[in-house]
């Protein structure tokens, strides 16, 4: 065999690999799934708190009723001193939503004395902007790490597009993980709702996972191709 047709057939034969690795890298490097156990749409929540001291007078809203800004949750009554003739008087305080959503946990009522800066009620916003779902992912121990911020994620609820999974992202992971269980939470925000989200309840159930793209490394296969040809992933991009 000449000098030129060995080098000819060494170049195909190199070729040849280097194409096959990247077959093999599509075939075998899948996207990585993390399924959650449980996972339930929620909305931001802001807590309602008296600003003054004093009885309460009325509660205006009931538990899960749905609220506007600047409504009146509750009225508070409060004595105040007139500082000119320093008679003492009643006076009635109203306690507004700072924003809408849905009023709950309400640990008040008629006739109780609350003091400054005591917690009333939470506001939990149901609005498609404060909506996010919160997942509950077995993780091992060893992986925790590779659940990130900006990791890819999909939702799929019989309420969200008929079923159809929606494309997702983790935006928050909570640092507390429970190594007995190995579960992770994370928060999740769907990219796109559909009209009327804010008419459903919250706590909803639906289904999430997470998708991490393997590394090379993660596939025996691919990590012998990559150790005898260190170059090909370049190559093969």
């Known amino acids: 065999m000449k000098l030129s047709s060995f080098f ?4 195909v034969v190199v070729v ?11 075939m075998f490097i899948v996207p990585r799934t993390f399924v959650a156990t449980e996972a339930v749409m929620m909305g931001d929540s ?7 001291q004093g009885m309460i007078k009325s509660v205006a809203v009931k538990e899960n009723e749905q609220v506007l800004t600047d409504q009146t949750l509750f009225v508070v009554t409060r004595v105040v001193t ?3 003739t320093q008679e003492v008087h009643q006076e009635d305080f109203p306690i507004l939503a700072l924003g809408p959503g849905i009023i709950t946990d309400i640990t008040v009522r008629n006739g109780l004395y609350v003091q ?8 939990i916003d149901n609005s498609a902007d404060a909506l996010y779902v919160r997942a509950m992912i077995p993780v091992e121990a060893k992986d925790v790490p590779r659940i990130q911020p900006r990791m890819t994620a999909k939702v799929r609820a019989n309420f969200l597009f008929d079923g159809s999974p929606v494309e997702a992202m983790v935006t928050a992971v909570e640092p507390k993980y429970d190594a007995k269980v190995q579960m992770l939470t994370v928060r999740l925000r769907l990219f796109r709702y559909p009209d ?3 008419s459903l309840p919250l706590g909803l159930p639906v289904e999430a996972w997470l998708e991490e793209e393997r590394r090379s490394n993660d596939n025996i296969v691919i990590a012998i191709f990559r150790s005898i040809f260190p170059n090909s992933e370049a190559q093969s991009q």
């Open 46 to 52: 802001t807590e309602v708190r008296t600003p003054v």
């Open 82 to 84: 007139d500082p000119a």
């Open 196 to 198: 009327g989200m804010e």
């Open 116 to 123: 400054s800066a005591q917690k009333l009620a939470t506001i």
């Open 16 to 26: 040849f690999l280097i194409i096959q690795g990247w077959v093999l890298t599509k």
């Open 8 to 11: 000819t057939f060494g170049a």
